[in-house]
C-alpha cells in the first residue's frame, strides 16, 4: 500500500525560500508509472495544482507559480521535493503530495496528509 | 487555463435523500481518441486530503459506496449521492485533468438537513 508524507517547517518567513519533502513508502518513484504532485489549500480555501515531476525528472509547474517553483527528485529515489521562493503571506496553506497514474490518467489517487506551512515574521 | 465551477457552493440534504453536485468546465474535457472525460470528483472531510471518488467522469473508485454516482460529458457533470448519510458531510471537489495546468472547482459543501 503506497503511502506518501509531506514534512518540513512549518513556519517560513516572508521574502524566505519554503522548503518540503514527500517520503513515498511502499512503492518507488522510479518505477516510472506516475506523476509526483505539489497541491495546496490556503486555510478555508479550494485547491491548487503547484506542478508535477516524473522520475526522469521532467516537470510542469503551473504558469501562475512557475517563476517561483522547482519539484524535484531526492536523492533516495522514493522522495520528491518543492521549492517555492520569495514567499508572502499569500503562500500559507496547507501544502500535499499527491500521485497521479501516467497510463491511466485518473486524477490523484494517493494524497498525503498534508503539512500546514505558515509564511510570517 | 480551463476553469471549473461548481453549483451549489453549499447544500443541505436530508439523511436518506438525494443529493446533487453540478460541475461545469470552461472547455470540454473530453479527450476524443479514447472517449473518456478527464474529470474527477473528491471528497474531503475536516483535517483530512481529499479522497478520490469518481474518474473518467463516471467511474468509482475502488472501495467508493454505490450511492455515490458521477454523469455528464464535455463541459457539464454532475456528482450524485442516492441515499445521504451522515458520514457523507464533507466538501466535494470537481477536478479537469484534460489539461495543464490541473484545475479544481471551488467546491460545494455538503451538510445535513
Known amino acids: 500500500q503506497v503511502q506518501l508524507q509531506e514534512s518540513g517547517p512549518g513556519l517560513v518567513k516572508p521574502s524566505q525560500t519554503l522548503s518540503l519533502t514527500c517520503t513515498v513508502s511502499?512503492?518507488?518513484?522510479?518505477?516510472?508509472?506516475?506523476?509526483w504532485s505539489w497541491i495546496r489549500q490556503h486555510p478555508g480555501k479550494g485547491l491548487e495544482w503547484i506542478g508535477y515531476?516524473?522520475?526522469?525528472?521532467?516537470?510542469y509547474y503551473n504558469p501562475s507559480l512557475k517563476s517561483r517553483v522547482t519539484i524535484s527528485v531526492g536523492t533516495s529515489k522514493n522522495q520528491f521535493s518543492l521549492k517555492l521562493r520569495s514567499v508572502t503571506a499569500a503562500d500559507t496553506a496547507v501544502y500535499y503530495c499527491?500521485?497521479?497514474?501516467?497510463?491511466?490518467?485518473?486524477?490523484?489517487?494517493?494524497w498525503g496528509q498534508g503539512t500546514m506551512v505558515t509564511v510570517s515574521s | 487555463d480551463i476553469v471549473m465551477t461548481q453549483a451549489p457552493d453549499s447544500l443541505a440534504v436530508s439523511l436518506g435523500e438525494r443529493a446533487t453536485i453540478n460541475c461545469k468546465s470552461s472547455?470540454?474535457?473530453?479527450?476524443?481518441?479514447?472517449?473518456?472525460?478527464?474529470l474527477a470528483w473528491y471528497q474531503q472531510k475536516p483535517g483530512q486530503p481529499p479522497k478520490l471518488l469518481i474518474y473518467?467522469?463516471?467511474t468509482r473508485e475502488s472501495g467508493v459506496p454505490d450511492r455515490f454516482s458521477g454523469s455528464g460529458s464535455g463541459t457539464d457533470f454532475t456528482l450524485t449521492i442516492s441515499r445521504l448519510q451522515a458520514e457523507d458531510v464533507a466538501v466535494y471537489y470537481c477536478?479537469?485533468?484534460?489539461?495543464?495546468?490541473?484545475?479544481f472547482g471551488q467546491g460545494t459543501k455538503l451538510e445535513i438537513k
Open positions: 499527491a500521485r497521479e497514474s501516467r497510463t491511466l490518467l485518473r486524477g490523484f489517487d494517493i
Open positions: 477536478q479537469q485533468y484534460y489539461s495543464t495546468p490541473y484545475t
Open positions: 472547455q470540454s474535457v473530453l479527450y476524443s481518441s479514447n472517449n473518456k472525460n478527464y
Open positions: 511502499g512503492g518507488s518513484i522510479s518505477s516510472g508509472g506516475y506523476y
Open positions: 473518467w467522469a463516471s
Open positions: 515531476i516524473f522520475y526522469s525528472g521532467s516537470t
